[in-house]
T-cell receptor, first 114, second 112 residues
Framework: EAGVAQSPRYKIIEKRQSVAFWCNPI?????LYWYQQILGQGPKLLIQ????????DSQLPKDRFSAERLKGVDSTLKIQPAKLEDSAVYLC????????????FGPGTRLTVT | DAKTTQPNSMESNEEEPVHLPCNHS???????IHWYRQLPSQGPEYVIH???SNVNNRMASLAIAEDRKSSTLILHRATLRDAAVYYC?????????????FGGGTRLMVKP
């Protein structure tokens, strides 16, 4: 079974530029999550989708971050414009549903903002 | 969500058992105890979870105190591949969002 796919794996941009990350969850997984992990810290949830609807985006900085999952499968996370403090690893995870189910994580995208 | 407390780091010798503690004194009756680990340069991976009874799987065992205010993740024979950050997380069964709230975790170092 294929795992959660993410691309790109690495990205370096200058502050005020825009960037987008892509995630393809495990087939059949209805729930998709985006986490931000700053160096030395645990991951922090940014947004959660159930199919193509948003369940929780309370920690998403909506003035610069946006995410979509239009067809209820793959998802994109965008930052526009980027700030230095956005340097982090962006992790995508998926699970079968919203219950107490195991979450499967992708390898992440390491973003460096200079 | 109820919080967990874990030591920042622990050290173990290869092929010896490892006991990783977690305190969760404010746990509620519907909170499940989950453990994830994160190997270097990888996303977190699920290890084990439980509610009240001790649990075993191919990766580890989870021992839950009778009052549920603490738990211990047990790796029966540590290997170099087990060097990772281990996160103890409480998840509310009634939380429709099913989100994971990660703390700082315990960095496990395994010596050959």
């Amino acid at each position: 079974e294929a795992g959660v796919a993410q691309s790109p794996r690495y990205k370096i941009i200058e502050k005020r530029q825009s960037v987008a990350f892509w995630c393809n969850p495990i087939s059949g997984h209805a729930t998709l999550y985006w986490y931000q992990q700053i160096l030395g810290q645990g991951p922090k949830l940014l947004i959660q989708f159930q199919n193509n609807g948003v369940v929780d985006d309370s920690q998403l900085p909506k003035d610069r971050f946006s995410a979509e999952r239009l067809k209820g499968v793959d998802s994109t996370l965008k930052i526009q414009p980027a700030k230095l403090e956005d340097s982090a690893v962006y992790l995508c995870a998926s699970s079968i549903g919203q219950g107490v189910f195991e979450q499967y994580f992708g390898p992440g995208t390491r973003l460096t903002v200079t | 969500d109820a919080k967990t407390t874990q030591p920042n780091s622990m050290e173990s010798n290869e092929e010896e058992p490892v006991h990783l503690p977690c305190n969760h004194s404010t746990i509620s009756g519907t909170d499940y105890i989950h453990w994830y680990r994160q190997l270097p340069s990888q996303g977190p991976e699920y290890v084990i979870h439980g509610l009240t009874s001790n649990v075993n799987n191919r990766m580890a065992s989870l021992a839950i105190a009778e009052d549920r205010k603490s738990s211990t993740l047990i790796l029966h024979r540590a290997t170099l591949r087990d060097a990772a950050v281990y996160y103890c997380i409480l998840r509310d069964e009634g939380n429709a969002g099913n989100m994971l709230t990660f703390g700082g975790g315990t960095r496990l170092m395994v010596k050959p």
